[in-house]
């Protein structure tokens, strides 16, 4: 019996690999030596990073790079073990976690540090790119990411414009001539969720701008900025990034990796189960454990877990998810893939609690789970 272990990290508590390592011991407690392919998953956001590194192998990269506010910050990012493919958070560099709550402001936060981290990369030799774009402080439409690889954005009088949001309602011209020349030759793969447009009332500065610290009026300034930086890029370089889904996404950032490094966007599950070679090991298995902090009915709408399932019933195979804990709506999952869905609470339990004992619960629930599995097959 082979058994395929994909789960995302639990969050606030445990990794990918930790929550895959601690299903792992569970299992072994049925089966000592029962064969296991542990696969670390993510969506795209916050621990994608880690997860391709721990699946594939490679090293985490340090780099002081620009911080949303335009102080300076300790970052990093992921050299996976082919040497070719650098893995990018945008969000340790430009994520909204690094400014304090008082201090956030969208007219003037900007994505430069990730643009940095992509630099950083580029020296490294990378030309593969996996980006993930969850958790921003910006609304800058990727601008800051582009003017620190050398794009050139304008005012009316050439001068260039400052960072921000709102310095992109001053821009006059783009020119690309002192772009990085390396750009040319990598493929660049945005990992994202999300499928807003750049503008408008589902667009980057409606949806997102408000929990980023844009107030009414912010929100209103902002959105008129996206749309002339849209039409500014259309008319200079023949790119139409105003409606394009996913284009809102980071508050621009992916209509920027749209328009400068000419991305593709793909959900970030898919973009991490391709990268991990996930459906080989599903060729082989005969049972899928995957799992996330939260399972409730949003995690039908294309997370990870269902992201994994959907992939294993191309196989044929059972799917079990474990979970943190469980919210309204989670039987959706029942229609997406999954089987059988087990918190780790064993009881009433704090949350404090949850998260100490966290890799035993699992262990625990992921054996109790494979013993039920195993009595399901045995025959009458």
């Known amino acids: 019996m082979r058994v395929v272990i994909a789960p995302q990290g639990f969050k606030g508590a445990l990794s990918a690999l930790q929550v895959s ?3 792992y011991n569970g299992i072994r407690r049925v089966f000592p030596s029962m064969v296991t392919a542990i696969v670390p998953m993510a969506d795209g956001g916050e621990g994608t990073m880690q997860a391709l590194v721990d699946a594939i192998g490679g090293d985490m990269i340090p780099v002081e790079v620009t911080d949303p506010m335009g102080g300076r910050v300790m970052a990093h990012w992921g050299l996976l073990s082919d040497g070719v493919t650098a893995v990018i958070e945008m969000a340790v560099a430009s994520g909204l976690s690094l400014v304090p709550p008082a201090k956030r402001n969208p007219l003037l936060a900007t994505t430069y540090g990730t643009g940095e981290l992509i630099y950083s990369a580029l020296e490294k030799g990378c030309r593969k790119f996996i980006i993930g774009i969850g958790g921003s402080a910006t ?36 020119d690309i001539t002192m772009i990085d020349q390396r750009l040319a030759g990598c493929d660049v793969l945005l990992a994202c969720d999300v499928t807003n447009p750049l503008c408008g009332p589902q667009g980057a500065s409606a949806v997102y701008g408000p929990q980023k610290g844009a107030t009414p009026e912010m929100v209103t300034q902002l959105d008129a900025a996206l ?23 980071a ?52 997370k990870t877990p269902v992201g994994v399932a959907q992939k294993a019933k191309e196989f044929g195979l059972p799917v079990i998810a474990i979970a943190g804990e469980i ?16 918190s780790i609470a064993p009881g009433p339990i704090s949350f404090s609690q949850s998260i100490e004992m966290a890799e035993e619960l699992i ?18």
């Open 139 to 174: 609304n800058d439409g990727g601008a800051g990411m582009a003017q620190a690889l050398g794009v050139n954005l304008l005012d009316a009088k050439g001068a260039s414009i400052a960072w921000g949001g709102a310095a992109l309602a001053e821009l006059g011209h783009v």
């Open 327 to 342: 919210g309204d709506g989670y039987q959706a999952v029942y229609e997406q893939g999954i089987d059988a869905v087990f």
């Open 227 to 249: 749309a002339h930086y849209a039409d500014v890029i259309k008319r200079d370089l023949g790119i139409d990034i105003s409606s394009l889904p996913g284009a809102g996404a």
């Open 21 to 23: 390592e601690a299903i």
């Open 363 to 380: 262990a625990d629930v992921a054996e109790r789970a494979l013993r039920l599995f195993i009595c399901g097959r045995q025959p009458n």
């Open 251 to 302: 508050g621009g950032l992916g209509a920027g990796l749209i328009a400068f490094l000419g991305a593709k966007v793909l959900p970030g599950v898919d973009v991490v189960i391709q990268a991990t070679g996930l459906v080989e090991h599903l060729r082989e298995a005969d049972l899928v454990f995957t799992g996330e902090g939260r399972i409730d009915s949003q995690t039908a709408c294309g």
